[in-house]
């Protein structure tokens, strides 16, 4: 029974203690030098009384006595370790100030990538590579781009940053940058009158746009209206011309029967005194029979006005 609690004892301590211990060992192994891990991306640049030992940018874990020979073990006491990102970095300069061709003040803005070439130019060949690279990118952008006629600076983007880049590249290379991709991502007027002067032109233009479409739809509508009148006005007379016609044939084929036309005249002419409104006097011949007292008395009040069929 006691040894079974003296081995839970211990094994308690050791699942304790043993993290620690193992934290505390790999620390003084890396302090004095014995192994180091490199991440990826990135590169490590040991420093000893202002000499360079050496350049690991391997990822993985490293014997450094391998590498380093024997100082190594003092590197990390009397020596330094710069870590450097090797990775690309992005950067973007805003309404960098250029003039055209006319005279108008522009604003470019420019984006570039850029990363570590070569460590040692980049740690002791300038104090500070990447804003000695944005002032270089800025200069570029004024030497190579002022002095371009507007339409070429607002339309050729990519050989204006083709030019900026042929530029700044072997200046870059001389700090250890590698400069990337560029390019030319804005281009806009400086000025704020001028602008305001370029929004009112637009807003007048376009007025003037509407304008002529409402106008040119107006007069299509007048085009279709008078066009649909004319053609109208041609058929209603065509009917009235062959309303004539029409009438006549009915006339004759009525005029084949004596009694017929005699009939049709006599109503016609009544119908005609009637809607007259005059007073009629009637003296029937003797002996001859009429039409005309039997349609009177069929014919409605005096105060209603009597419509008979049309004929025409």
């Not at 079974?4 to 211990?21: D, G, S």
Request: aromatic share 6%; glycine share 6%.
């Amino acid at each position: 029974m006691i040894n079974l609690i003296t081995f839970l004892t211990a094994a308690m301590i050791t699942f304790i203690f043993a993290p620690v211990i193992i934290a505390v060992t790999l620390g003084l192994a890396r302090l004095f030098g014995l192994y180091t891990t490199v991440q990826e991306g990135t590169c490590h640049v040991y420093v000893l009384f202002g000499n360079v030992l050496g350049v690991i940018s391997e990822p993985g874990l490293h014997f450094l006595p391998g590498r380093l020979g024997a100082a190594a073990f003092v590197v990390r006491l009397l020596g330094e370790r710069k870590v450097l990102d090797m990775r690309l970095n992005q950067r973007y300069l805003r309404s960098q100030p250029v003039n055209s061709e006319e005279g108008a003040p522009m604003g470019i803005g420019v984006w570039y990538e850029m990363a570590i070439s070569d460590p040692i130019a980049y740690l002791f060949r300038n104090t500070d590579p990447e804003g000695s690279l944005a002032a270089n990118v800025s200069n570029a952008v004024v030497r190579t781009l002022s002095n371009m006629p507007l339409a070429e600076m607002l339309e050729n983007r990519h050989a204006m940053s083709q030019a900026v880049r042929a530029e700044v590249s072997p200046k870059s290379m001389e700090w250890g940058y590698r400069l990337g991709s560029v390019y030319v991502r804005k281009v806009h007027f400086r000025d704020a009158g001028m602008i305001r002067q370029i929004e009112a032109k637009v807003v007048n233009r376009l007025r003037q746009v509407t304008s002529a479409i409402l106008q040119d739809g107006a007069n299509q509508v007048s085009i279709i209206t008078s066009t649909a009148e004319r053609q109208a006005a041609i058929a209603f007379a065509q009917a009235q011309a062959i309303r004539p016609q029409i009438l006549g044939k009915a006339l004759n084929a009525i005029n084949t029967d004596r009694e017929v036309a005699e009939a049709l005249f006599t109503i016609l002419e009544t119908q005609n005194l009637i809607e007259g409104g005059a007073k009629v006097t009637l003296i029937p011949r003797l002996n001859e029979p009429s039409l005309l007292p039997d349609l009177l008395a069929a014919a409605p009040p005096a105060n209603h006005t009597a419509r008979a069929p049309s004929t025409g």
